[in-house]
């Protein structure tokens, strides 16, 4: 057994790892809210297909080009990328109906989700400082994002669009929850490099199917900003998924 399938419980770096996961994520969520009214399904087939870039630098910096696809799991990888798309779809949907800060601020119901997930599916042992550490972030994005929560401090009401943003966004978070899920259960036998190569490429032929309803021309700025926003995506999964290799899951996602 290799030091990448071994899983560690060096729970400090799995902290780590996360915390830089999601800067990276921030960053490509903000392209992606730069570049505008695009549709979901385009979005998720940029953030997937360029993210299949970084990744291959990745595995050829660990010298595992010739075996990135090996597994014996191919199911749950193609379960893991059905899961995952979903919710990149319905979250991307937020992105573009929803102010950035109210986007983010409802993403974080997403870590709390992996918390009780994981007590219920994985059996871990949720002590009382974990379900401390998430309210206290969730409470740090609330006091953060607060003076740009722009919907909470309207006196007008939601717009229907702005109403199904924030149902995809909170949609989106359980999805994800139960995607970090399937990502602790991989890590278990699987390379980082493998599951984030399969995740990406599922998710890029997935989101193909989107292509008649509705993608469009882009200008090249939008172009360019999914195209980082793919890169980005690409490394904070490796990020993401190396995380979850060195902690449970409910220790990683506050």
């Known amino acids: 057994m290799t030091v990448d399938h071994a899983v560690g419980h060096d729970t400090l770096r799995g902290i780590a790892l996360k915390i830089v996961s999601v800067a990276v994520f921030v960053s490509m969520q903000t392209c992606i809210k730069a570049a505008g009214d695009v549709p979901a399904g385009q979005i998720v087939f940029f953030r997937s297909f360029f993210a299949i ?9 660990k010298g595992q080009l010739a075996t990135a696809f090996a597994t ?8 893991r990328g059905i899961v995952g798309v979903g919710a990149m779809g319905l979250g991307f949907f937020a992105l573009t109906r929803l102010p950035l800060p109210e986007a983010i601020t409802l993403n974080y119901a997403q870590p709390l989700l992996v918390v009780v997930f994981s007590s219920v599916f994985l059996g871990e042992t949720i002590r009382v400082y ?3 550490a998430v309210a206290v972030g969730l409470v740090g994005v609330l006091i953060i994002s607060w003076p740009e929560l722009t919907l909470l401090n309207s006196d007008e009401a939601l717009d229907d669009q702005e109403v199904l943003g924030v149902m995809a966004a ?13 990502v602790r259960n991989l890590v278990q036998t699987e390379k ?13 032929v ?3 199917f989107t292509l008649p309803f509705g993608w469009q021309a882009l ?19 490796i990020l993401m998924t190396a995380a979850y290799r060195h902690a449970e899951a409910s220790f990683v996602a506050p």
């Open 53 to 61: 870039f970084p990744i291959i630098g990745f595995l050829a910096f």
């Open 72 to 79: 014996k799991r191919p199911f749950n990888h193609i379960a």
């Open 130 to 132: 974990r379900w401390s």
């Open 170 to 182: 909170l949609v989106a978070a359980a999805i994800s929850a139960v995607a970090m899920l399937l």
């Open 192 to 204: 980082t490099a493998t599951i984030v190569l399969w995740f990406s490429s599922t998710a890029s």
């Open 206 to 208: 997935l989101s193909l």
């Open 219 to 237: 200008t090249p700025m939008q172009a360019a900003l999914l195209v980082v926003a793919g890169f980005c995506g690409g490394l904070g999964q």
